[in-house]
Structures are given as C-alpha cells and as structure tokens.
C-alpha cells in the first residue's frame, strides 16, 4: 500500500513563510484521484486546506486562498504546499492524504469520512503572533 510521509513543519512568527512536502512511496496516482492537505488545531474539527488532482488543478479552502499553493512534482511522487503570511490562525498539525473521491467533494468528505482516504502522520505547524 502507499505510504505518504510529511515533512516541512516547524515555528514561524506571524507573515512568515513554510513549505511542506508529502512524500509518497510510490505513484499516487495509480490509485488515487486526489491528494492534499488537511489540517486539525487542537479541539478542532479536521478541515480541508488544498487538494489537487491528476490534471494539476487544485482545490482550495477559503480560509487560505491566495496565501498557500499547492503544488506536485510527479517525477518524485512529492506533493508540496506552499504557506505564505502565516498567521496564527494557521497552526495545526497538517496532513496529507489521497483518496478516489474527487478533489472538489474530497475536501469536505474526507472530513466527514476519513476510512475514504489514505493519510500521513503528519507535521506541526506553529505560528506565533
């Protein structure tokens, strides 16, 4: 089965920059049609931030549109996102995760039904004001 291993976490102050990547073991696109973050705050619902699909177009959630980007490098089975003007409101654990449910239904069913979609560990994201 594919495996996906984020990295790229880590503590940044309020406007700054971070860019996480999602490695996966092998294509994803084999068995996926979706792939993408997903982020939890502590006592919070897990919500969608962006997915893309194999046609390289993405999905985005409104909190984040025109600060992150995602973005994917085939070659090296490497999904990346892009965080611009951070801000505190940002911090969570991100996610990445693939699923055969589109992109633009994606985002909010795999928040509802997480066994739809195959998921990361994880990495921390923490922005101080």
């Known amino acids: 089965q594919v495996q996906l291993v984020e990295s790229g976490g880590g503590s940044v102050q309020s406007g700054g920059s971070l860019r996480l990547s999602c490695a996966a073991s092998?294509?994803?696109?084999?068995?996926?049609?979706?792939v993408g973050w997903f982020r939890q705050a502590p006592g919070k619902e897990r919500e969608g931030v962006a997915l893309?699909?194999?046609?390289?177009?993405?999905t985005y959630a409104d909190s984040v549109k025109g600060r992150f980007t995602i973005s994917q490098d085939n070659a090296r089975n490497t999904l990346y996102l892009q965080m611009n003007s951070l801000q505190p409101e940002d911090t969570a654990m991100y996610y990445c995760?693939?699923?055969?449910?589109?992109?633009?239904?994606?985002?909010?069913?795999?928040?509802?039904?997480?066994?739809?979609?195959?998921w990361g560990q994880g990495t921390q994201v923490t922005v101080s004001s």
């Open positions: 995760a693939a699923t055969g449910v589109p992109c633009h239904s994606a985002i909010t069913f795999l928040v509802l039904n997480p066994s739809s979609g195959l």
């Open positions: 092998e294509y994803i696109y084999g068995d996926y049609d979706c």
């Open positions: 893309i699909n194999r046609f390289t177009i993405p």
